[in-house]
């Protein structure tokens, strides 16, 4: 599974909730093997878990490219390991996996009333430690807190260093609300950065989310001040407190810690069995590099070579990500091992793609032009058109709420529509609702084509839920739909939800859930009604309308919502 580009040490803030586990990452990262191993870090949801396993990834990549890296859900290695078993290949996978040299496993609590993956991933776990490997595993609670596990795997997820993730202190939130104006080139007025610090505390994606908030409001020309923090956040009033800490000794919690790497110069035959040994270990057929290297002198374009057959392997890589979107039991095929048959890989990807049924996309009739904007969705309105205009990587995910009847549902499809025309190649853009979500699953369920199901879902470019409020209190397709949210924002494809509340009012919605929706920006759409103005008509038939034309006359409409066909005929007396 792709790694986010900014989970990395340096866009990480350390403080007091937060120090011991990233010192520990930052042990792990610059000698893997050798120190916390395993290191286990658990936490509630938006603390950081995932950021520090990327940071790792990155790191380790970065100072030791040698070395075979692989970071999954736990939901992916299931996966991976249903396909193996359906193709009889569970051997083959098991090797593969035996080889990684760093294993970052994430999710782990989902290992409840899984006997059988518990049987391998301990016995992977049992092997990779044998083998001096590095193990990182992160999970929303400790290992004696996860229900239904071996006690033997508790035992060995618990053989390394625990720590644990908390809620940031206020001298961190400020600190990680200063990086977020910095990476994001804004700036805020005085002391705004430090009464946000101030109301949102629960941890840092709901954090990074309030912020969304205020730069949107700040995006749309408001005034953004200390007094207005609350208002816009819809905050209570401050209660009377003592004098802020300074936030400026957040500096004084961060962790310096250099390496000196010994400088020394490759023989090109040892830059060739490095390659051949990262890209055997990944799975990867390397005849090519192999009888480079048993020449007996560098031919003269060795560099060349060698170049050539990392970026045939890195495309045979990125080619089985989007094969296994559309069908997870091609993870691991031979058709995408061998470098030299790139564009055998590139064929089936172009069939699978052409072959695959894409859930159903936003409605034509629902236009932003024909969109009704006004002050009350003033807000929502801008965020939508960001959303648009820069898909996933501004406000992503997307909350829109709202009561019935306010449009939310035509500026969702309007959403869609601008999103599916933006680019120079068609984006693929699902919008469902979310019953119709569930009703999908259960059918999937019974009929035994979950992995299809999952793979149509995971293949598009943008997903907008609407009714989400649909699927609370289902534990499946919540369980679902927190799999496909994090594989859609892995890759930076954007995410928009729609329902007639805000998360925190959703009564029976999974905190890990509600906690991914609060992290990009939760926006409230108003009623604005249009009036004096003639209402469009319809695209559905007279006769579906009624037969009394006195309802049909544009001159006695008063107030219309275009997007639900609603009108409000004059009173005749």
């Not at 994430?106 to 001096?132: C, I, P, Y």
């Not at 025309?421 to 984006?427: D, F, S, W």
Request: net charge negative; proline share 6%; glycine share 8%.
């Amino acid at each position: 599974m792709p790694l986010d580009e900014r989970l990395r040490f340096d866009t990480l803030v350390v403080g007091a909730a937060n120090r011991l586990a990233a010192a520990a990452a930052r042990a792990v990262a610059e000698s893997p093997g050798a120190v916390y191993n395993p290191l286990f870090v658990y936490g509630g949801p938006g603390l950081g878990k995932t950021h520090l396993l990327g940071a790792i990834a990155h790191e380790v990549r970065a100072h030791y490219p040698a070395l075979t890296v692989s970071y999954m859900p736990l939901d992916d290695l299931v996966e991976e390991m249903h396909a193996a078993i359906a193709r009889h290949e569970t051997d083959q996978l098991r090797e593969r996996l035996q080889r990684v040299q760093v294993l970052l496993l994430d999710d782990v609590q989902f290992l409840t009333g899984r006997r059988e993956m518990q049987s391998e991933v301990l016995r992977l776990l049992n092997t990779l430690q044998a083998a001096g490997r590095q193990i990182v595993m992160a999970s929303d609670r400790a290992p004696g807190d996860i229900a239904d596990v071996d006690e033997r795997l508790i035992s060995r997820l618990s053989g390394g260093l625990i720590v644990d993730l908390t809620a940031p202190d206020y001298e961190t939130r400020v600190a990680i609300i200063r990086s977020c104006c910095q990476e994001r080139g804004v700036e805020l007025a005085p002391g705004v950065a430090e009464e946000l610090a101030l109301v949102s505390a629960a941890n840092v994606r709901e954090l990074q989310g309030a912020f969304n908030r205020l730069l949107a409001h700040q995006s749309l020309g408001e005034t953004v001040d200390v007094s207005r923090v609350r208002e816009l956040l819809g905050a209570p009033p401050a209660p009377r407190r003592q004098q802020r800490p300074a936030a400026n000794e957040f500096a004084s919690f961060l962790t310096d810690i250099t390496s000196a790497v010994a400088e020394h110069v490759d023989g090109w035959r040892t830059t060739v069995a490095d390659a051949i040994a990262e890209w055997s270990g990944a799975g990867y057929r390397t005849a090519q590099l192999e009888t480079l290297l048993a020449a007996p002198e560098p031919p003269p374009n060795w560099e060349a070579q060698v170049r050539s057959f990392v970026g045939a392997a890195e495309r045979l890589r990125a080619l089985e990500a989007a094969a296994r979107r559309l069908d997870p039991d091609l993870a691991g095929a031979d058709t995408f091992r061998d470098p030299e048959n790139v564009g055998d890989a590139e064929r089936l990807v172009e069939r699978l793609s052409a072959e695959a049924s894409p859930p159903p996309g936003p409605s034509p009739e629902f236009t932003r032009d024909s969109f009704v904007a006004g002050t009350a969705n003033r807000l929502a309105v801008k965020a939508a058109d960001e959303v648009a205009a820069e898909p996933g990587r501004r406000y992503n995910p997307l909350f829109l709420h709202g009561a019935p009847g306010t449009g939310k549902t035509h500026l969702a499809h309007a959403i869609g529509n601008a999103l599916a025309a933006n680019g120079e190649t068609t984006r693929r853009v699902a919008v469902v609702r979310g019953r119709e979500f569930a009703e999908e699953l259960i059918a999937a369920l019974q009929e035994g084509t979950v992995s299809r199901w999952r793979a149509r879902y995971r293949a598009i470019d943008a997903l907008i839920v609407d009714d989400v409020q649909a699927v609370s209190g289902t534990e499946r397709t919540q369980d679902e739909l927190f799999h496909v949210f994090n594989a859609l924002a892995s890759d930076g494809r954007q995410l928009v939800f729609v329902a007639d509340r805000p998360p925190q009012a959703l009564e029976g919605l999974e905190q890990r859930l509600r906690s991914r929706f609060e992290g990009g920006l939760v926006a409230e759409v108003g009623m604005v009604p249009r009036t004096g103005h003639a209402a469009p008509r319809l695209s559905m038939p007279v006769a579906a309308r009624g037969t009394d034309t006195f309802f049909l006359d544009d001159e006695k409409v008063t107030w219309t919502w275009p997007d639900i066909g609603a009108r409000l005929i004059e009173e005749v007396r």
